[in-house]
Nanobody, 118 residues
């Protein structure tokens, strides 16, 4: 299984970015996909997750600003991030599995850096 994340970059506070994660390999085993992030000096945390059936959940800090979605036909999951804040600065990782917590992650993507300037 390979997870290829893209879409990170530098944006000003209040701006938007859309992250994409394309999965290849044995994707038939995926029950959920998720986005995690890790900011400098902080623990990796769940940002958003989506099940194969489309059920979603979000960290409280991003509710109302971020939207996770998936295209099952393309084996791709997206994270639309609006009204970005400096505290959203982190490396964002897409995962297969990961609905529950770090221990539920099956595979990690390589990460994409999001930097939000104030």
């Amino acid at each position: 299984v390979q997870l290829q994340a893209s879409g990170g970059g530098l944006v000003q506070a209040g701006g938007s970015l859309r992250l994409s994660c394309a999965a290849s390999g044995s994707t038939f085993s995926f029950n959920a996909m998720a986005w995690y992030r890790q900011a400098p000096g902080k623990q990796r945390e769940l940002v958003a997750a989506i099940t194969l059936g489309g059920t979603t959940k979000y960290a409280d800090s991003v509710k109302g600003r971020f939207t996770i979605s998936g295209d099952n036909a393309k084996n791709t999951v997206y994270l639309q991030m609006n009204n970005l804040k400096p505290e959203d600065t982190a490396i964002y990782y897409c995962t297969s599995g990961g609905w529950g917590d770090l221990h539920s992650v099956d595979y990690w993507g390589q990460g994409t850096l999001v930097t939000v300037s104030s």
